[in-house]
């Protein structure tokens, strides 16, 4: 069973940092990829960026390259996304989730394990 928790969105200041923390559990070997995805109100879910468990590719949203930045502490067996240079744009609820499949593609049919979301906004 696999199990995941964000936690650490806040209500920022546009152009401050945050960071985002996933604790996982339960991993198996069903799961080779962590990924941070986000929705806003009227807005398709977007993938963010992703991780693989057992490597040091990570993946990034075009919207995002250059801001953010995806992390792993595998010993704490949990995934971070440092958020800088936060934009009005980046107001969503944020998911953690894990899944198989290639990283790069940031699909979410390939994340079968979801966390509850976290809410980041972002104002001036």
């Known amino acids: 069973r696999v199990q995941v928790v964000e936690s650490g969105g806040h209500s920022v200041q546009a152009g401050g940092s945050l960071r985002l923390s996933c604790a996982a559990s339960?991993?198996?070997?069903?799961?080779?990829?962590m990924g941070w995805f986000r929705q806003a109100p009227g807005k398709e879910r977007e993938g963010v960026a992703s991780?693989?468990?057992?490597?040091?590719?990570?993946f990034y949203a075009d919207s995002v390259k250059g801001r953010f930045t995806i992390s792993q502490d595998n010993a704490k067996n949990t995934v971070y996304l440092q958020m800088k240079s936060l934009k009005f744009e980046d107001t969503a609820m944020y998911y953690c989730?894990?899944?198989?499949?290639?990283?790069?593609?940031?699909?979410?049919?390939?994340?079968?394990?979801w966390g509850q979301g976290t809410q980041v906004t972002v104002s001036s």
């Open positions: 989730a894990a899944g198989m499949g290639w990283c790069g593609l940031l699909a979410a049919h390939a994340f079968k394990h």
């Open positions: 339960g991993y198996s070997a069903s799961v080779n990829c």
């Open positions: 991780i693989y468990t057992h490597g040091t590719s990570t």
